[in-house]
């Protein structure tokens, strides 16, 4: 069966090759896996080949299951789910979790269903276990608990070639789909164009496929998946490392699932149009001639693997997720961006100020909150500058932009807020982990030492051991010394810290938040201090720059992470008004933030680290590592996890949940439904030209005509935008540059193939959730 469709494929393929590459490639294309093996042969020319996706899936799963392995590797990961804050909660969540946001879960259960069905023999092919391990996590819809097998990521990543948006035509109606570059066309192009509207996909009614095409997705919200469906200027602009155009043309997490052979379109206007799905093949498949030969160069623990076998140190607390560029990363396109006041060189944050009517607007766009070293400082001095700036122009309202950002460094979090509200409180919800066997070892260890060395910053240089020390063990979470218990106090000892505490029939440590003054608050910041401590102490005496009623947060629900952070100090402490963009076709309010509300994810790598850092490193006695070695921390010494994870991809657990302090429940906000105050539809030229979006919360926040479909800011405004103020000459100057870069937009300059990329990344190095 297998063989006669591929050699119906290959003579097709002979009517256009003609290289001596290609004929000899030929010859070996008696598989699916050596046909596309050939057909990456004959594109020398690409950096990264691309094949029908029918093809490369007929190829992947071709690849027998190899049981043993499976089970190995199934073994592999049960000591890192153990880690896993949520797992009681997902498998048991609140009833409003379930009617409003995600269904219940048991991933513990769906591991042994995964387990007995490898055992029995009931996987195909290796393809169809590797993918059902995926999906177990991806259905947890928490965004920090991801671990990608090679079989599902190393070899291919799927894509429909055709971005799509989901716009309402007027703002009021309900959203419809279309194809972006049909919306490009309409706006660039000849003015006659009318796109369309999408109304059914491969048969079916166009809305009801892109819904359940979003579960798919990393977050939990509804709302905040199908927009992720979607072509998004904000996700564009952070390039390879963002969620680029849109899960249903294979960027985020639609890389990962294959979305059949083709795409069907159906039009309003009568037209059909039907696409050839693609596979990019990300590795070289040089001897590769059927799906065994496949398994025996990539999926074997001797196979390629982008992860050492050392474990690596990346820190627990510098960041909470996505969206990290390399250091290598120059300028990445920000098309539809305006002129910036300030930007940060990998679009990360970018100070702006908004044109005409206008001109008291400031608006400051944050779609990520940095996990790249080299960026921290030039990200917390954008808004130091921008701040500076826009008051030095007499500017009275900012408009905050956090669409696409899945977060980043936690503390960055905190500092954007504390430059904002200088005397704001100094912690969001409180943090706890999961209490399990190996937590309670490292907070007995890892406090231990603290007890025998003071906690102070010391120079790498100087002494590197003491400085890994220091860095790893006496900053951790699990060192009692570290962080404030709920009554802003130290805890007294590493019992008081960990506690047990049970809750909804799982363990838990105490509640505990950051110490913001903490000595060591550089080495879980990536470097900076927060505003308002620490070196940066004295600008807790600095006026507030903006009044509350003057700063409206507008999100496109992506927010995760670090993000829901900043977030839950803004709306908590300070009842900043949240703004949530587009959503389903549905009537109603919707959340604003949409993405995981965890508040730490740990690397796997991380934890092995941490693991055998205890047992070699802090006993005293080669007695008391073997102890120790006999517990749970000694179940980190496999390595098959790292060997069998996709390539470029980063494995991480949720380990701290967030919980509310005046939640006498006690439940992690990732189960808390929370409205926008408001919810704006996505227009047509909120997708080509982000101003559009700033100027409808802006409107609608201060003053104006209100864009709200759902819910309402009333009263939040002071309604003295409307007396429109007289524009001075810097306004003047910078109007003429909004008009002539708005007059210099083209088509061209919208990518429509952003994929990710994370080729040269120190993934093990980070603690990242990527797209
Ligand atoms: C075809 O197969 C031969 C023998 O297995 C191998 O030497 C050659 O590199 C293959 N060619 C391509 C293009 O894969
Ligand atoms: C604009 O219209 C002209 C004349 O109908 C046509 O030749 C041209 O291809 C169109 N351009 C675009 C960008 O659609
Ligand atoms: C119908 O709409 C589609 C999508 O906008 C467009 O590509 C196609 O050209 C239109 N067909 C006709 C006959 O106008
Ligand atoms: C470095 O620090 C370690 C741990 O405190 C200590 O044992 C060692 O003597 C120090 N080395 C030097 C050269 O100071
Ligand atoms: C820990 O990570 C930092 C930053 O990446 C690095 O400079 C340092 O050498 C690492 N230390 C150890 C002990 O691996
Ligand atoms: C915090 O710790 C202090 C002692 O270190 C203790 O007196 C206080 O009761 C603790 N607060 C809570 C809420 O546990
Ligand atoms: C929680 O920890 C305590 C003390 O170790 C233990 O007795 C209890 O069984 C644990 N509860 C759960 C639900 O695991
Ligand atoms: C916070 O950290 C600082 C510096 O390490 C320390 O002096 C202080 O006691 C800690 N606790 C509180 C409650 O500030
Ligand atoms: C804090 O100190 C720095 C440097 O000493 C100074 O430049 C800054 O103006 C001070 N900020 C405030 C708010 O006092
Ligand atoms: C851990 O022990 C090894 C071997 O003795 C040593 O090379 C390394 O520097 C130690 N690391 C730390 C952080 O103490
Ligand atoms: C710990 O035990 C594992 C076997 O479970 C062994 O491979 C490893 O060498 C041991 N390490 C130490 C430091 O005892």
Known sequence: MVLSRALAAASLVSIVVASPLQLQARQNSSTACAEVAASVASQPATSTPSVDAKLAYDCITSVPLHKDEALHLLEGV?????????TAYLKDPPAEYVEKIQPAIDVWGGLEKIKSKVESEEYKNEFEFGFDLYTLLQQTHDGHFVYVPDVVGTIFNW???????????????????????????????????????????????????????????????????YNNVFYELASVSLGPTGSGIGTFAGSGRGKWVYPGPETELEFENGTTVTYTNVARVLVTLEGVTDGESLYQKYFTSQGTSTTSDLPSNSSVA?????????????????PGYPPPIYREQHNLIGGYFLEDEYSDIAVLSVPSFVGIDTAEIDFQQVTEKFIVAAKAAGKTKLVIDVSANGGGTIL?????????FPKGIGHAAFDRYRAHESTKLLSEYHSRLADSIPRELVDESANETLYAL????????????????????????WEAKFGPFEHHGDNYSNLFHWNLSDVLTPYNSAGIWVHGYGELANYSSAPQPFANEDIVVVTDGYCASTCTIFSELMRQREGIKYISLGGRAKEGITQAIGGVKGT??????YIQYLAQLAITNLTSSEEEAAKLNATELGDYWDNVVFERQAVGTSVNVNFRDGIRDTDETETPLQFVYEPADCRILYTKAMTIDVTAIWKAVADSAFGGESHCVAGSLDGYSTGTRKVKRELT???????????????????????????????????????????
């Open 159 to 225: 894509a429909r070639p055709v971005p799509l948006v989901s716009v309402s035509a007027d703002g009021k109606e309900l959203p419809k789909p279309y194809v972006y570059a049909d919306v490009l066309a309409e706006s660039y192009g000849n003015a006659t164009f009318k796109p369309s509207v999408i109304t059914k996909i491969n048969g079916q009614e166009a809305t009801e496929f892109l819904e359940a095409w979003s579960q798919r997705g990393s977050l939990q919200d509804r709302d905040a998946l």
């Open 470 to 493: 220091e860095y790893d063990v006496i900053a951790s979470p699990f060192n009692y010394q570290s962080d404030l218990n709920a009554s802003d106090e130290n805890f007294p000892s």
């Open 78 to 86: 049960v000591p890192y789910f153990r880690w896993q804050s949520t």
């Open 600 to 605: 730490n994810n740990d690397p796997w790598s």
């Open 318 to 334: 510098t960041s909470t997720a996505s969206a990290m560029p390399s250091a290598t990363t120059t300028s990445i396109p920000a």
């Open 412 to 420: 960055q979090g905190y500092d954007l807020y504390k430059q904002l």
């Open 729 to 771: 000459v810097e306004d003047r100057a910078l109007s003429k540059r909004m008009h002539a870069w708005r007059r210099e937009l083209k088509a061209e300059q919208y990518p429509l193939d952003v994929y990710t990329d994370l080729t040269g990344m120190d993934l093990n190095k980070r603690g990242i959730m990527w797209p």
